[in-house]
C-alpha cells in the first residue's frame, strides 16, 4: 500500500500541484520487507537557538538519502554548519561531519554539478535570495537504526567577509526531503 499525504501550509499560494505515480501489483512481499519512506520538512527561517532538524526517525531501518534547499537570507556562506547522526537515542552523535559542503560532498563552497551519489544540480551564489540545492545518498553508506535515528544540521556560515564574522548561525530558510527504509 502507499499513503501520499500532501499540506500546503500557504494560504497564499495558488498554483496546481501534479504528480505521478508508478507501481507494480504483486501477490505478496516477503515478511519484514522494509518499507520506503520519505519525508519533507521546512523552516522559514532555520529557528534560532537549535539545529536544523532533517529526521526524527522512530523503529528499525536504514537512513538512505537527503535533499536540501536552501534559500540565503543575508549575505555570505550558509553552509558552515556541521551534520548530527544520532543512532538509537544517542545522547552525543555517532557520525558527525565537519560542514554541510562536506556531508554533501563538496568544499569551501557549492557549484554546480550532479553525480550518482551526490551533487548540486543548481546552485546561484552567495547573495541574500540566492538558492541552490544539493542531495547526498547513502546508498554505499547507509546509515542503520535499531531504534531512532535523528538527523540533525547545524545552520552556520559566515557574513560575506569571513573578518566580519565566521561560523554564526545564519537565519536561512531551509526545506529538506529523507529518505529512509524501515521494517514495522
Not at 500541484?17 to 504483486?26: G, P
Not at 552523535?93 to 560542514?99: A, E, F, N, R, V
Not at 547513502?138 to 552556520?156: C, G, I, Q, S, T
Not at 565566521?166 to 521494517?183: C, G, H, I, M, N
Amino acid at each position: 500500500s502507499a499513503r501520499i499525504e500532501i499540506v500546503n501550509d500557504n494560504p497564499d499560494r495558488s498554483t496546481g500541484l501534479y504528480w505521478q505515480v508508478d507501481w507494480v501489483a504483486v501477490e505478496r512481499l516477503p515478511e519484514n520487507t522494509p518499507r520506503f519512506h520519505a519525508r519533507y520538512r521546512q523552516e522559514y527561517p532555520a529557528r534560532a537557538g537549535r539545529d536544523y532538524r532533517v529526521a526524527d526517525l522512530e523503529g528499525t531501518g536504514d537512513y538512505i538519502g537527503t535533499v536540501l534547499s536552501v534559500t540565503l537570507a543575508q549575505d555570505g556562506w550558509f553552509g558552515g554548519g556541521d551534520d548530527f547522526f544520532y543512532i538509537d537515542g544517542e545522547q552525543v552523535p555517532s557520525l558527525q561531519g565537519t560542514g554541510s559542503e562536506d556531508y554533501f560532498n563538496d568544499a569551501w563552497g557549492f557549484r554546480a554539478r550532479t553525480g550518482p551519489w551526490f551533487g548540486q544540480p543548481r546552485w546561484q551564489g552567495d547573495e541574500a535570495g540566492d538558492s541552490g540545492v544539493a542531495y547526498r545518498w547513502h546508498w554505499p553508506d547507509a546509515v542503520h537504526f535499531e531504534r531512532a535515528l535523528r538527523l540533525d544540521l547545524e545552520h552556520k556560515g559566515n557574513r560575506e567577509e569571513d573578518t566580519e564574522g565566521f561560523f554564526l548561525e545564519r537565519p536561512d530558510f531551509f526545506s529538506s526531503v529523507a529518505f529512509w527504509y524501515q521494517t514495522g
